[in-house]
């Protein structure tokens, strides 16, 4: 950020777009900095997020979707906003080709606390759209140097059909796989699909992963965490070991401009990480 | 150091200081006063009780510009916009006022990123506090020693001033204001009665009572979390709340923006521009869920954010009993009295 004012973007470049789903409206961008100072100084954790941010439109905060042992570039997963709320900088960007550049603020929020996560086994439960930062820790966690500093990794991912899960090229690496555990499933299939059908709350209770020295790491439409939570209660996860990363409206993403604000906590600064023991002590004002 | 001044001749004061720098001071408008900048020195006018929007401007104006913009231009062509850096002098501050920029500070200035832009603000501006006039009766709306401030009150201010009949007396309390009160040439060395006018003001100012409201911070923080859920309390309180956010313009402690692009024939600026909690679209997200659709949850919002959610993360409430909120609701809602309400329950 420009003179260390964390309201000023940095600028980025769009190297590549992936048009992730059948319906178009979700892309992943991998940005390249313009100055090597700025990609210097953006360390970040799996679990942040950023604010793109494009002038004449304004700035989204979204979750980093490539993982820090990638070197050179980051993702965001975007999708389009805009059946309900116009969604100005989402409609724009996916407007945009590779080439352009827009501009970058962060990395911005707390992430998914690695050094807790080290040494346990992890269950990552994913559903839909949700799945941006869940892939970024996969991808930590299995970068080679990373991998003996987690116990085992289960990974329980869904969508609505096959045409939306995301990172369809990566899915399909990480089954092959003997390190990681990826169950895969939809609510209905197609004619191509040979994998699961199923809802993710049924398959993480048949998959039954075991709370011992286990983390659970969920993110996934309010309807899939509603469910799927008294499943992983039942299992015998404590509140303290099942972690989500919650959405509230933001802007500044640094804690100042109040907008995130539930309880005592600022989502964008405090958060967005948050284990369900923690989400207790708050409000339900979100 | 203490010096005085003839009230008449105030506007010699403000000539020096605009000499120095940008003047902020009370200047009469039609529904009342208002800090303005001062460009012609006999505009400005102590004979006022409060301004009705606080002084917070001062530091976090209603608008600040960020970086100006061209559309079809790249990013890096866009400019930043720095903040003038020349010295300000805030003057004709009342104390619970001046105590509010410090519990800003805390979070604008001190806990995790500090903002740019307050922070050289703060840094660039001299403040002069001035006593509330204690041979007038208190505005009803008032609660500040609820809050542990006082009328008279110097704490914060770089000079500090006591209106004495006809004649207004300067007291340097910090280091930076006693340097610039030996610099005005304008004024002269108060006498004896003068040092002892002030220092009976001092005193005679925790006798000029406000309502008071028995706040111990840490139960009022734990109580209104627990009657968060008391629907039936937050519905009865708010129900004839218009949701206007007049309450969150005035008040020196509000402090939520939002942060827009404002283009007009290609040209633009990127801006923080005060928002509130108290309208409609301010936590609607982009997939259409918006967790405040009620204004009895907005209310409810505005007032555990200041006497509950800042306590438990900043220690501080945020709210310094300055009347304002009380004073503009178009519909007499009054944050001392729900505060009261509650603690009742």
Request: hydrophobic share 35%; glycine share 8%.
């Amino acid at each position: 950020m420009s003179d260390n004012n964390p309201y000023i973007p940095m600028p980025v470049q769009i190297a590549k777009i992936t048009n992730e789903v059948d319906t178009n409206d979700i892309k992943t961008f991998r940005f390249t900095f313009l100055n090597k100072e700025d990609e210097e100084k953006f360390k970040y954790t799996p679990g942040q997020f950023g604010e793109l941010s494009i002038y004449g439109k304004g700035e989204s905060p979204i979750g980093i979707a490539s993982s820090p042992t990638e070197l050179g570039y980051v993702e965001f997963t975007v999708q389009r906003a805009g059946t309900i709320v116009p969604g100005l900088v989402t409609a724009a960007l996916h407007d945009l080709d590779e080439g352009a550049q827009i501009g970058l603020r962060g990395p911005l929020g707390n992430s998914w606390p690695i050094e807790f996560l080290e040494n346990k086994n992890i269950v990552v439960v994913g559903g839909g759209f949700a799945f941006t930062t869940l892939r970024s820790l996969i991808n930590y966690m299995l970068y080679k140097d990373n991998r003996k500093r987690f116990g085992e990794i289960t990974v329980v991912y869904g969508a609505r059909n096959p045409g939306l899960l995301l990172y369809k090229d990566e899915l399909a690496e990480w089954e092959k796989r003997d390190d990681i555990k990826t169950i895969i499933t939809v609510d209905k299939g197609n004619e191509t699909w040979k994998g699961r059908e199923g809802f993710v709350p049924a398959v993480c209770k048949d998959t039954a992963p075991s709370p011992k020295d286990a983390v659970a790491v969920i993110c996934g439409p309010p309807i899939m965490i509603k469910f799927t939570l008294p499943v992983f209660f039942e299992l015998g996860f404590s509140k303290e070991n099942i972690l989500t990363s919650l959405e509230m409206r933001m802007k500044c993403g640094i804690g100042k401009c109040g907008r995130c604000n539930v309880g005592s906590q600022y989502v964008c600064k405090d958060g967005p990480v948050f284990s369900l023991a923690e989400l207790d002590q708050l409000p339900r004002d979100f | 150091m203490l010096k005085k001044t003839a009230i008449e001749k105030i506007s010699q004061l403000a000539a020096v200081l605009m000499e120095k720098g940008t003047l902020l001071a009370p200047v009469k408008e039609v529904a009342g006063h208002n800090f303005a900048e001062i460009n012609d020195p006999q505009k400005v006018d102590l004979n006022f009780y409060n301004t009705i929007i606080s002084p917070k401007g001062a530091f976090f104006p209603p608008k600040e510009d960020f970086i100006k913009y061209k559309i079809g231009k790249t990013i890096t062509e866009a400019e930043q916009i720095k903040v003038d850096s020349k010295p300000v002098f805030l003057f004709g501050v009342r104390p619970c006022d001046v105590k509010s920029f410090s519990i800003m500070d805390i979070h604008f200035n001190a806990a995790g990123i500090i903002d740019p832009y307050w922070s050289q603000r703060r840094k660039a501006t001299t403040i002069f506090g001035y006593a509330y006039d204690l041979n007038q009766p208190v505005d009803a709306a008032d609660f500040y020693n609820s809050l542990g401030i006082y009328a008279a009150d110097p704490e914060g201010s770089d000079i500090f001033m006591v209106k004495k009949d006809k004649d207004l007396l300067l007291k340097g309390i910090t280091p930076k204001g006693e340097e610039l009160l030996a610099q005005l040439n304008t004024l002269v060395d108060a006498g004896k009665d003068d040092e002892k006018y002030y220092e009976e003001t001092l005193k005679k100012g925790k006798e000029y009572k406000t309502r008071f409201l028995c706040i111990d911070q840490d139960v009022i923080a734990k109580k209104l979390e627990a009657v968060f859920n008391n629907n039936d309390f937050w519905t009865k309180v708010s129900s004839a709340c218009l949701s206007c956010g007049a309450c969150t313009f005035v008040c020196p402690n509000c402090y939520c923006f939002d942060i827009c692009d404002d283009t007009i024939f290609g040209k633009g600026t990127r801006r923080r521009v005060w928002d509130a909690c108290m309208f409609t679209d301010f936590t609607l997200e982009a997939s259409g869920h918006n967790p405040r659709t009620q204004v009895y949850q907005r209310l409810r919002q505005k007032i555990n954010h200041k006497y509950s959610y800042h306590v438990k993360k900043y220690g501080v409430i945020s709210c310094v009993g300055c009347g304002r909120c009380t004073r503009s609701c178009p519909v007499n809602i009054d944050i001392y009295s729900i505060v009261e309400e509650a603690l009742k329950l």
